[in-house]
């Protein structure tokens, strides 16, 4: 059975994966940034397997990872190392290569290059030489988790790694306290379990979280609770192994108090007495900090009293 990658319009030339034979194209000089599996080698996509093969080498964070990676698909392509202790000449010669017309192609240990990654500097390079940089898309550990948490998705802040020092991370962690959006967190295993209590502390006991170990691997696991209950596990349990990586909701919102829902009301019959309901919700809402819908529905509750007693 063949079936045709689509990569645009470029010269053909022959890889076999899981013995599918496949059509891979020769690729136009310029860097090209494939993802890669972050565990399991079957999340490959066609796309990412044709460039690999295509290129004329591959530079890779760790060779050895890389390696096991071509290996399993028979691509043969050379490796090169490049990794954060490459300097600029390093990335000069790249830059080189690819003005004499050579295809490279960027990975990273596991996911997508550039995250949590030191394939940024060489990205740049490229751009600032007008040299083309091509994304393949494909495995993130980022996304995998935020879909395995269970949080929600419409708005999320990526931090990546925490300071590794107790004071810098709880510092840190105040200023992400107050993001409207779901943290997502790479993580040490022997760090999680401190890491996880300084959350609890610093970002409230009661924030709904989850850490992902070993995503799309044999032994994944995504353990879900509040930090308060999941650092409590961590705790006595101890370090789990593997890859890690934690999300964090945002906090729950605390129901008003008597004595705030009192003094909304006090704020919206002053209001209401000069103006419509909608601009005096609008008004009360800027003031107090109160949800506007939360308000709206209040001042409409309010006049329509009023004009029942009336």
Same mark, same amino acid.
């Given at each position: 059975? #063949?079936?045709?990658?689509?990569?645009?319009?470029?010269?053909?030339?022959?890889?076999?994966?899981?013995g599918l034979a496949a059509e891979a194209e020769a690729l136009p000089a310029g860097l090209h940034v494939?993802?890669?599996?972050? +565990?399991?080698?079957?999340?490959?996509?066609?796309?990412?397997?044709?460039?690999?093969?295509?290129?004329?080498?591959?530079?890779?964070?760790?060779?050895?990872?890389?390696?096991?990676?071509?290996?399993?698909?028979?691509?043969?392509?050379?490796?090169?190392?490049?990794?954060?202790?490459?300097?600029?000449? =390093?990335?000069?010669?790249?830059?080189?290569?690819?003005?004499?017309?050579?295809?490279?192609?960027?990975?990273?240990?596991?996911? #997508?290059?550039?995250?949590?990654?030191?394939?940024?500097?060489?990205?740049?390079?490229?751009?600032?030489?007008?040299?083309? *940089?091509?994304?393949?898309?494909?495995?993130?550990?980022?996304? #995998?988790?935020?879909?395995?948490? +269970?949080?929600?998705?419409?708005?999320?802040?990526?931090?990546?790694?925490?300071?590794?020092?107790?004071?810098?991370?709880?510092?840190?962690?105040?200023?992400?306290? +107050?993001?409207?959006?779901?943290? *997502?967190?790479?993580?040490?295993?022997?760090?999680?379990?401190?890491?996880?209590?300084?959350?609890?502390?610093?970002?409230?006991?009661?924030?709904?979280?989850?850490?992902?170990?070993?995503?799309?691997?044999?032994?994944?696991?995504?353990?879900?609770? #509040?930090?308060?209950?999941?650092?409590?596990?961590?705790?006595?349990?101890?370090?789990?192994?593997?890859?890690?990586?934690? =999300?964090?909701?945002?906090?729950?919102?605390?129901?008003?108090?008597?004595?705030?829902?009192?003094?909304?009301?006090?704020?919206?019959?002053?209001?209401?007495?000069?103006?419509?309901?909608?601009?005096?919700?609008?008004? =009360?809402?800027?003031?107090?900090?109160?949800?506007?819908?939360?308000?709206?529905?209040?001042?409409?509750?309010?006049?329509?009293?009023?004009?029942?007693?009336?």
């Amino acid at each position: 059975m #063949t079936d045709r990658i689509d990569t645009g319009p470029r010269g053909p030339s022959t890889y076999t994966a899981f013995g599918l034979a496949a059509e891979a194209e020769a690729l136009p000089a310029g860097l090209h940034v494939v993802a890669t599996p972050i +565990g399991n080698l079957r999340d490959v996509t066609f796309r990412a397997l044709a460039t690999l093969a295509a290129a004329d080498a591959v530079l890779a964070e760790d060779t050895r990872v890389t390696r096991t990676l071509l290996a399993h698909y028979g691509i043969t392509t050379p490796l090169v190392a490049y990794h954060e202790h490459s300097n600029a000449a =390093v990335r000069e010669r790249m830059v080189e290569r690819m003005k004499g017309g050579e295809a490279l192609a960027l990975v990273s240990d596991a996911g #997508t290059p550039l995250v949590s990654d030191p394939g940024f500097k060489l990205v740049q390079a490229a751009i600032e030489a007008g040299i083309p *940089v091509t994304p393949i898309p494909g495995p993130s550990a980022v996304m #995998t988790a935020i879909v395995a948490a +269970g949080l929600p998705t419409d708005r999320f802040f990526f931090e990546g790694f925490l300071p590794q020092k107790s004071g810098a991370r709880r510092n840190r962690m105040e200023a992400l306290a +107050g993001i409207p959006g779901t943290l *997502v967190l790479f993580e040490s295993p022997h760090r999680l379990p401190e890491m996880l209590a300084d959350a609890a502390d610093i970002l409230g006991p009661g924030r709904p979280a989850a850490v992902a170990r070993e995503l799309t691997k044999f032994y994944e696991t995504v353990r879900r609770g #509040t930090l308060a209950s999941l650092s409590a596990t961590f705790a006595e349990e101890g370090a789990p192994k593997g890859e890690v990586v934690v =999300v964090i909701g945002t906090a729950p919102e605390e129901a008003p108090t008597e004595a705030e829902d009192d003094a909304l009301d006090a704020a919206l019959t002053a209001a209401l007495s000069r103006h419509s309901i909608k601009d005096a919700a609008a008004l =009360v809402a800027e003031e107090t900090g109160r949800p506007r819908k939360v308000v709206y529905t209040r001042a409409l509750a309010l006049a329509r009293r009023t004009d029942a007693d009336g």
